[in-house]
T-cell receptor, first 114, second 113 residues
């Protein structure tokens, strides 16, 4: 148990659907992250929320919209996605300003866009 | 730009030693991390280097040379369960508290009996 949970674990959606991914961390951390992991490609950092403020978005398409209502919860809202958005979406958390600041990852949501 | 390189795949024998290399070119540096990721699972933290030298942690050791932009992960007494992808990541701090992690493509290690 890593202390970071994600739901759903698997999601299949059409290009016109709207869905949301949820992440919750039980570690008391103050930073949360969304990553995209595609086959044969490095982990891509999409969004960072540090102290509940977004500090990095890496030019992610606007069809991905993050929300961080508090330090324990993170959402990724999806709409009008493309088939190339099919990937594993990983959430992570860490404690910034704490030296090591290693990230703890959730199990991921396997997203398939038809 | 940001660039991290690792070999794509490696194969080793149970009980042997394997070294996985990582080279990086990033605009900033505030630590290098190694993660292990088994197929279908989340990455888990293995080691961290911020100063030059070797950090040892049981069967796993990690080395860093900041001047060369180089790190390696050394796995000793390999076990079948060590078959996984190993991800090298550099923390590139762009703001006082902002955290930007750049990951390499990962090295898929297969341990054979």
């Amino acid at each position: 148990e890593t202390g970071v949970t994600q739901t759903p674990r698997h999601l299949v959606m059409g290009m016109t659907n709207k869905k949301s991914l949820k992440c919750e961390q039980h570690l008391g951390h103050n930073a949360m992250y969304w990553y995209k992991q595609s086959a044969k490609k490095p982990l891509e950092l999409m969004f960072v929320y540090s102290l509940e403020e977004r500090v990095e978005n890496n030019s992610v398409p606007s069809r991905f919209s993050p929300e961080c209502p508090n330090s324990s919860h993170l959402f990724l809202h999806l709409h009008t996605l493309q088939p190339e958005d099919s990937a594993l979406y990983l959430c992570a958390s860490s404690q910034v300003l704490a030296g090591l600041n290693e990230q703890f990852f959730g199990p991921g949501t396997r997203l398939t866009v038809l | 730009g940001q660039n991290i390189d690792q070999p794509t795949e490696m194969t080793a024998t149970e009980g042997a030693i394997v070294q996985i290399n990582c080279t990086y070119q990033t605009s900033g540096f505030n630590g290098l991390f190694w993660y292990q990721q088994h197929a279908g699972e989340a990455p888990t933290f293995l080691s961290y280097n911020v100063l030059d030298g070797l950090e040892e942690k049981g069967r796993f050791s990690s080395f860093l040379s900041r001047s060369k932009g180089y790190s390696y992960l050394l796995l000793k007494e390999l076990q079948m369960k060590d078959s996984a992808s190993y991800l090298c990541a550099v923390r590139d701090p762009r703001e006082n508290y902002g955290q930007n992690f750049v990951f390499g493509p990962g090295t898929r290690l297969s341990v054979l009996p």
